[in-house]
C-alpha cells in the first residue's frame, strides 16, 4: 500500500512508511539529525508498538500509526498538557472524516461505546540542551479484530467497526495532522485553549476508579478535570490532583 499525503500544505515534511517498529522511536532516533519540528512519520503498520507505563501497544495492519516532532518553548511541567490537546485534536479529525463522536478517558484514550479506539504517547527528553517532544498516536481504522485474542476483542473498536464501512487512512491521517497542527498553533498561546471541550468530553469524571501506582492501589471517586488537565479524584476521603504519568487509571 502506500499514502500521498504531499498535498498537505505545511512546512515540515511527513514521511509514510507501510511498517515500522515504532513511530515515536524513529522519530526520537532522527532528532540527531536535525530534523525539523513538526516532522511527521505516518505508517500502517508497528511491529514495537509502545503504550504509556512501558506497556506493549497492538499495532496491526489496517491501524494507523502517527507520531510529530515538537520543540515547546514551555516549562517542563507544562508539557503534559500537549497530551489532552492532541486527543481533542484526533477527536475533531475523526468527527471530520467519519461524522461520528468519540469519548475520552483521562488522559490518553480515545472510546467508542466503553471500547477502546485510539492511545496517545506523548514522550519528552533533551538533545544538546533543547528540549523535544514526541506525540505517537496509534487509532484502530480498518483493524480487523477476529483474529485475536478474545479478550482484546471485548476491549478495542474500530472507526470500521462503528461506521460499518472502510474508512479512507489517508484522509484520516491528513485531517489528523492538520488538526495537530492546529492544536499546535493555538497551544504554544494558551495551554488551556481546549480545555472546556476536553471536560465535556472525558467519561472517566463521575466514575469510581482504581488509582494504580506501582503496586498500589486505591479505590477512588473521579470529581473533574483540574485547569491543567490533572484528574480531580476523592482518594480515602481526601481530594487529590492526580498527574499525568503518575498513575493507571481503571473503572470499576
Do not use: H
Not at 505516518?42 to 496491526?60: D, H, L, Y
Not at 471530520?96 to 480515545?110: A, E, Q, R, Y
Not at 484520516?172 to 492538520?178: D, N, R, Y
Amino acid at each position: 500500500m502506500s499514502m500521498d499525503l504531499s498535498s498537505l500544505k505545511r512546512t515540515a515534511p511527513v514521511v509514510y512508511k507501510p511498517c515500522v517498529t515504532s513511530t515515536n522511536t524513529i522519530i526520537k532516533g532522527l532528532v540527531p539529525s536535525g530534523i525539523a519540528e513538526g516532522f511527521t512519520l505516518v505508517a500502517e503498520k508497528q511491529t514495537a508498538g509502545r503504550g504509556r507505563m512501558g506497556r506493549s501497544f497492538e499495532s496491526p495492519e489496517g491501524g494507523l500509526y502517527l507520531s510529530m516532532l515538537f520543540f515547546p518553548k514551555c516549562a517542563p511541567e507544562d508539557i503534559s498538557t500537549l497530551t489532552p490537546c492532541a486527543a481533542v485534536a484526533v477527536r475533531r479529525a475523526i468527527e471530520k472524516v467519519c461524522g461520528i463522536s468519540v469519548d475520552i478517558k483521562w488522559p490518553n484514550d480515545l472510546l467508542i461505546d466503553g471500547k477502546k479506539l485510539c492511545g496517545i504517547l506523548t514522550e519528552s527528553s533533551v538533545y544538546l540542551g533543547r528540549r523535544f517532544v514526541v506525540v505517537g498516536i496509534g487509532i484502530n481504522v480498518n483493524t480487523d479484530f477476529s483474529v485475536f485474542p478474545e479478550e482484546l476483542q471485548k476491549i478495542a473498536v474500530s472507526l470500521c467497526e462503528k461506521t460499518g464501512e472502510t474508512v479512507g487512512i489517508e484522509r484520516l491521517a491528513a485531517a489528523i495532522i492538520g488538526e495537530l497542527d492546529t492544536m499546535y498553533s493555538l497551544w504554544t498561546e494558551n495551554r488551556k485553549y481546549c480545555l472546556d471541550e476536553y471536560r465535556s468530553a472525558c467519561v472517566t469524571v463521575g466514575c469510581d476508579i482504581v488509582i494504580i501506582c506501582g503496586e498500589e492501589r486505591k479505590n477512588a471517586r473521579s470529581l473533574g478535570i483540574g485547569e491543567d488537565f490533572s484528574l480531580i479524584a476523592e482518594v480515602d476521603g481526601q481530594i487529590r490532583n492526580v498527574s499525568f504519568g503518575e498513575v493507571s487509571i481503571r473503572k470499576i
